[in-house]
């Protein structure tokens, strides 16, 4: 590496290598939903589970080769085709959960489809059971155990105003009326169902279904699931996004301590991760204005880093590089997936005479400008994907990358 070259590497993260694509497979439809990645029958090798808006459900191997493919769409007659969209109702509009519901040492997927079904599959991409409701299932699906045997119970909101809870083997167990419709996925902290409503409310209910607490309207519905974390003294609290660009902190017992209002909506879910090996969790999220902030716990911005477009789905918090610090990972609407210092912040001033540097094709480093004493993201590698990218998911230090197109991406550091 020329002097040169050293003295920009240090500029621009101190970190060698560049980003490459390792594969690429077109999944033939649109999604709306990150990718996941678990070894769901036990082999040992990790499963690449996919979902799209025709209702179909993908899970290949670590090379991107088909392993099964589930279609949730009920057949229909072209008579009723001629006046249904098909690929609307049945499409799947967040993460499949995966988890052992049945105890069988083997994971099945869960998830729910914009006509209202709830489907699990074992891992062969079987199905196990499937419940039909009366509004759309657009939110996610989690796992909780009840009593002191531990048993299993699956719990989601619907659009139908409801909150639903089954066992392992899909019987309703219980119904919880909500006055308000739900896009967000509920989850159980100290014994309370925590959730978002579609009219802004961060309400909590008992597991009896009693509600214990309810916030007034926030400025916009609320789609995103809440982040729980406990401070110093072991206190139980939250973090939960909302498409009124704010995030909020919540204790259990509905105080809110503080809230971070961003110029963009939130939709998605919080990350936390020690990024800057400081001994503390740092708050991860990205927003419609462009950005991806890093807070304190307390709420007080450390950092954002700005791309071209929204940054919708959550971050990643990963070493791709094996050196032993995190990066953070974050795809963008400028189809690009951008990959971070997680200490990341600098000031430098304006670099005469250099803007850019184009290193090969899907890759590019900028030369950051700034005004002295702005704190800002620092940017290591940048990798351009063919499509808007809607999310991101850890494959070991590989990333596995979903565009809204339908492409599948796994990218690796390659030094």
Not at 255 to 266: E, Q, Y
């Amino acid at each position: 590496m020329s002097i040169l070259g050293g003295v920009l590497n240090k500029i621009v993260g101190g970190k060698s290598g560049k980003i490459v694509l390792q594969g690429l497979i077109d999944l033939g439809s649109e999604s709306m939903t990150a990718p996941l990645c678990q070894d769901i029958d036990g082999d040992g090798e990790q499963e690449i589970i996919c979902s799209t808006i025709k209702g179909e459900i993908f899970v290949l191997d670590e090379n991107l080769k088909l392993k099964w493919k589930y279609i949730s769409a009920p057949t229909t007659s072209e008579v009723e085709r001629m006046f249904t969209d098909a690929q609307t109702g049945s499409s799947i509009a967040t993460t499949p959960r995966v988890f052992d519901i049945n105890g069988d040492g083997k994971k099945e997927i869960l998830f729910g489809t914009e006509n209202g079904d709830v489907f699990a599959l074992d891992c062969k991409g079987e199905l196990l059971w499937k419940y039909s409701t009366n509004g759309a299932v657009r939110g996610g699906i989690n796992i909780f155990y009840v009593g002191e045997e531990k048993k299993i119970r699956i719990i989601f909101g619907n659009s139908d105003k409801k909150i639903y809870i089954f066992d392992a083997k899909g019987k309703l167990d219980s119904l919880i009326e909500i006055d308000e419709g739900i896009e967000s996925t509920p989850i159980i902290i100290d014994g309370l169902i925590v959730f978002g409503t579609d009219k802004g409310r961060i309400q909590a209910y008992n597991l009896a279904g009693k509600m214990q607490w309810s916030t007034q309207k926030t400025g916009a519905k609320i789609t995103s699931e809440a982040t729980p974390f406990k401070f110093a003294n072991g206190k139980s609290c939250f973090v939960i996004g909302s498409t009124d660009n704010s995030i909020y902190c919540f204790n259990t017992e509905g105080i809110m301590l503080w809230s971070f209002k961003t110029k963009g909506s939130i939709y998605s879910k919080i990350v936390l991760a020690d990024v800057n090996d400081d001994g503390a969790n740092e708050i991860l999220f990205g927003s419609a204005d462009n950005k991806l902030h890093v807070l304190s716990l307390d709420g007080t911005e450390i950092w954002d880093f700005e791309s071209d477009f929204w940054i919708i789905g959550s971050p990643l918090a990963m070493d791709i590089d094996n050196d032993g610090q995190l990066e953070i990972v974050a795809g963008s609407y400028d189809n690009t997936v951008y990959f971070l210092a997680g200490d990341g912040s600098f000031v430098v001033d304006y670099v005469p005479g250099i803007s850019g540097i184009v290193i090969q094709g899907g890759n590019y480093s900028d030369i950051p400008v700034s005004i002295p004493g702005n704190v800002i993201g620092k940017k290591i590698w940048a990798y351009l994907a063919p499509g808007i990218v809607i999310g991101c998911s850890a494959l070991r230090n590989l990333v596995v990358v979903q565009t809204k197109e339908g492409k599948v991406l796994i990218l690796k550091h390659e030094k």
